[in-house]
């Protein structure tokens, strides 16, 4: 009897760590007031300067080439910060980092003003979690397939959905970066990097051209358009790439490949191969797909600043595909 009775009493507490580990909810609470006005200044305040910038550029000279040079500049800092960064490096995991590119990349990731480093991964990993289903924060096909339904389903998944208040639940999604005290860090002061990536340029225009407008000029065109242009950029990924292309890799939603967005999204835009192997490191795989963030992350792993780098294999990329003798 005795014998008998002990797996009666220890299994309780057997089954216990299972019902406190088990899986956390998706969304964690809303956003309050002063977030959710922070999140229009964000949004609206650089496409109103990318609506104003072709007018002013045309009628008054708005435009100078230190403009264009620190732009380019902090847009391909930016740019790489968040595809390089953001994505293929804490969301996926695509290669290993030292400390310091850690650091760097989360930084320029901020710099692209598109939200904090945790709340971007979390985001994202719910979408791969949920890729064009119920529960992915920006999916095209939310409401149908009808011309209408399409219509709303293109403005939620490039910029509405940023407006919804409902928060992604950071303990299920990303553990990992809430365990690394220089991310926590980095992303408590997203408000601080939102400054710099607008001050900087404007201090280094002024500097250049030693003046007060071309400081002014510089803040216009390398801070706010850069950003929106950049902005617009990363949510076609969201929509664009979902809804037209092609789809040569299989993929469990509607992820394409739209070549013309290649450069400017630093290769993010072959996003079919993307969605068919998450944590690949280099998405434009064939021949002349231009993909400048694996041109980026080869030279970090040159300079031993990447490791364990997962680059694609012959062997897998035919099993993903859906014509192998095209691959």
Known sequence: MTLAAQPEQTQPEQTQPEARTGPKPVLAGTRGLPQQVGVYVFVFTPLVALLAAIPLAVTVGFLGWSDVVIGLVFYVVSGLGITVGYHRYF????FKATRGLKIALA?????AMQGPVIKWVADHRRHHAFSDKEGDPHSPWLFGTSARALAKGFWHSHTGWLFDRNLTNEERFTPDLLA?????RI???FGLWSVLTLLVPAALGGLVTWSWWG??????????VRVALLHHVTWS???????????????????????????FSFGESWHNLHHADPTCARHGVRKGQIDLSAITIRAFEKLGWATAVRWPTTKRLDRLAKDPAAA
Do not use: K, Q
């Open 187 to 189: 992303d408590s002061l």
């Open 91 to 94: 969301t996926h995991g695509s």
């Open 237 to 263: 990924i969201n929509s664009i790439c979902h809804m037209w292309g092609e789809r040569p890799y299989a993929a469990r939603d509607r992820s394409a490949n739209v070549w013309w967005l290649a450069v």
């Open 180 to 184: 690394d005290d220089d991310l926590r």
């Open 215 to 224: 400081a002014l000029t510089a803040l216009f065109w390398a801070g706010l």
């Open 107 to 111: 930084i320029a990731g901020s710099l």
